[in-house]
């Protein structure tokens, strides 16, 4: 029995036999022709061209209709490559320039494309498997090589693979496909957004799951906790199994759950709202008995697509949002981009070290065109209903005052042009660096709420990447700096009457409910499938006792410590879930 630790990027947990993809890459040999057979070359790569675009265009519309608009967008990198002349013109004058064959131009002209993004800082290197997508495809067209599908298996099986092009993942038959995991990819990859949209779990980030695995070896794959375990034995498989009986019956137990408040046993209402990405993710926050969206991350608008969206595309799709919510809270980030996320526009822009670089608010200030494009559209939006505007990475109170003033600005020019705008829609920010937590007194005096973004505090403060399988295991919410500056920041809030809300995925994990709740916090943000098992457990505690587990973390000095005492907690909470 091997266990393998990853990210785990969707939840659930399977007990399942393995399909292991093919790693090989096409292999095509340098095979040159006579110069009177180029002309037929060229035609064969038009052939092929003109095939995986109509394959394409079917698969991105058929990906659409299941999972909506924007996972079907993914595609469209893939559509705007094979009509990218100049890259195609390299193809066609290597066929007739060194009298080569259609296949080895197309693998020589892309192979070549694929090292350019590799030198690129690795959030831009993502788009390394798309080139890789594409290439194989006009290979099959040329070859008449077929790779293993993974849209026509017969029995019900997990899939394990270094990497999943967007294709692979997009065309998985749910039906017998139960879960993933991946040596590549992030929170972020593609991959991690289809698994989730498909609802299978999956982890990544895993280095060498692919090459550990045989076809048909038995594999648990545990999304919750990023786990993957190779041929466990059958003490393993019985303990997997009595859980999965478990959580089928407590899934049952919560479905009851879904119209009942999150109210503590002495009385204390918590208000759960969810995390979202596409306007398609605002029906499953009320699905799943979710109060409205705490944070909508806008910057998926950019990333779905080639081109920038203009100031109706978003306006559209937060309308989307806030009808879905029907008068419920929709809280709107501006966008998050730059570090492990970017645009298409500034796609040549490196940068040495992302997460320390033009990101996020900086990047919005540097380009204030299309920072004033999404506020003038969330402005708009506004009046449909309870609407929020939350800023990220905000470090310096003349950061936040800066942002403050462009938003005025914009609601000015909106007045001025004649357009109905809400002049009283509450201003807050992300409190997600330690410059910040630090300074709480200060900025509560500039907005009206607070967001605990606890994914870049832990980040910030450990001094360690997010994104990094490597070091995946000194990134903790339990340090006992982290949660010092989270109760800073709550106690802030309450001394100064400030809303404060906890967006990041420790909100997600109900280890660290009963400790939040005993810091003070009230609201959670989370990812929408969690709100019912929160819910559980807020409906299972007092705030007394949330009080003292919440003193005794205090005297705690390691994480270690930490989170077995708060595991211990939940299991008495919850006895049913562990």
């Known amino acids: 029995m091997e266990i393998k630790k990853g990210i785990g990027v969707s939840p659930g947990v399977v007990i399942c036999q393995a399909v292991v993809l093919d790693a090989e890459e096409y292999r095509i040999p340098e095979r040159h022709i006579s110069a009177d057979r180029a002309d037929k070359e060229a035609e064969r790569l038009e052939h092929a061209l003109a095939g995986a675009r109509e394959e394409l265009i079917e698969l991105r519309d058929n990906t659409a209709k299941r999972l909506g608009k924007e996972t079907g967008a993914i595609f469209d990198f893939h559509l705007a490559l094979l009509d990218d002349q100049s890259l195609l013109e390299k193809v066609r004058d290597k066929i007739k320039t060194e009298s080569v064959t259609a296949e080895f131009a197309v693998a020589a002209v892309l192979r070549e494309y694929a090292r350019e993004f590799l030198q690129m800082p690795e959030y831009l290197a993502e788009r390394v498997k798309d080139v890789y997508d594409i290439e194989k495809r006009i290979l099959r067209r040329l070859i008449g090589e077929s790779?293993?599908?993974?849209?026509n298996l017969t029995e019900d099986v997990v899939v394990l693979a270094h990497d999943l092009t967007p294709s692979q993942t997009a065309s998985m038959d749910r039906k017998h496909i139960m879960g993933l995991a991946i040596d590549a990819g992030g929170r972020t990859s593609h991959t991690a957004i289809v698994a989730r949209a498909l609802g299978i779990p999956a982890v990544v980030g895993l280095n060498d799951v692919s090459v550990s695995v045989n076809a048909g070896d038995v594999v648990i794959i545990d999304g919750n906790r990023g786990l993957v375990?190779?041929?466990?034995?059958?003490?393993?498989i019985e303990?997997?199994?009595?859980?999965?009986?478990?959580?089928?019956?407590?899934?049952?137990?919560?479905?009851?759950?879904?119209?009942?408040?999150?109210?503590?046993?002495?009385?204390?209402?918590?208000?759960?709202?969810?995390?979202?990405?596409?306007?398609?993710?605002?029906?499953?926050?009320?699905?799943?008995?979710?109060?409205?969206?705490?944070?909508?991350?806008?910057?998926?608008?950019?990333?779905?697509k080639e081109t920038e969206p203009t100031e109706d595309d978003h306006y559209e799709a937060y309308c989307k949002v806030i009808e879905a919510m029907d008068g419920r809270p929709v809280c709107i980030r501006t966008l998050d981009l730059g570090a492990d996320?970017?645009?298409?526009?500034?796609l040549l822009i490196q940068e040495r070290n992302p997460f320390l670089g033009l990101r996020s608010i900086r990047f919005?200030?540097?380009?204030?065109?299309?920072?004033?494009?999404?506020?003038?559209?969330?402005?708009?939006?506004?009046?449909?209903?309870?609407?929020?505007?939350?800023?990220?990475?905000?470090?310096?109170?003349?950061?936040?005052?800066?942002?403050?003033?462009?938003?005025?600005?914009?609601?000015?020019?909106?007045?001025?042009?004649?357009v109905d705008v809400r002049t009283d829609v509450p201003i807050g920010m992300m409190m997600e660096v330690p410059s910040a937590a630090l300074q709480c007194n200060q900025f509560a005096q500039e907005v009206d709420f607070f967001s605990i973004g606890t994914n870049d505090l832990i980040q910030y403060t450990l001094a360690v990447d997010r994104t990094n399988e490597r070091v995946a295991p000194l990134f903790t919410a339990a340090h006992p700096a982290v949660l010092r500056l989270i109760k800073d920041i709550i106690r802030s809030g309450q001394r100064y009457d400030v809303g404060v809300t906890l967006c990041g995925e420790m909100g997600s994990d109900p280890e660290y409910i009963l400790l939040l709740l005993g810091m003070g916090l009230r609201t959670l943000s989370v990812a929408?499938?969690?709100?019912?098992?929160?819910?559980?457990a807020i409906r299972s505690i007092t705030i007394e006792r949330a009080r003292r587990v919440a003193r005794h973390v205090a005297t705690l000095n390691t994480d270690k410590q930490i989170v077995s005492y708060l595991r211990n907690q939940i299991r008495e909470v919850m006895p049913e879930a562990y």
């Open 364 to 418: 919005c200030f540097q380009h204030l065109p299309l920072f004033k494009t999404q506020i003038r559209a969330i402005l708009r939006a506004s009046m449909k209903g309870d609407v929020s505007i939350m800023f990220p990475l905000i470090t310096t109170v003349m950061e936040l005052r800066q942002a403050k003033m462009i938003l005025r600005d914009v609601m000015e020019d909106l007045e001025e042009e004649g």
């Open 147 to 151: 790779r293993e599908g993974l849209g």
């Open 239 to 304: 303990e997997h199994r009595r859980f999965l009986q478990r959580q089928v019956e407590f899934t049952r137990e919560l479905d009851l759950l879904r119209d009942l408040p999150a109210i503590t046993l002495d009385g204390h209402e918590i208000t759960l709202l969810g995390n979202i990405e596409f306007p398609s993710e605002a029906a499953n926050v009320l699905t799943r008995g979710g109060q409205g969206v705490g944070l909508y991350r806008t910057e998926f608008l950019y990333l779905e």
């Open 341 to 346: 996320k970017y645009t298409q526009a500034h």
């Open 229 to 236: 375990i190779i041929e466990p034995d059958e003490a393993t």
């Open 528 to 536: 929408p499938p969690i709100i019912p098992e929160l819910k559980k």
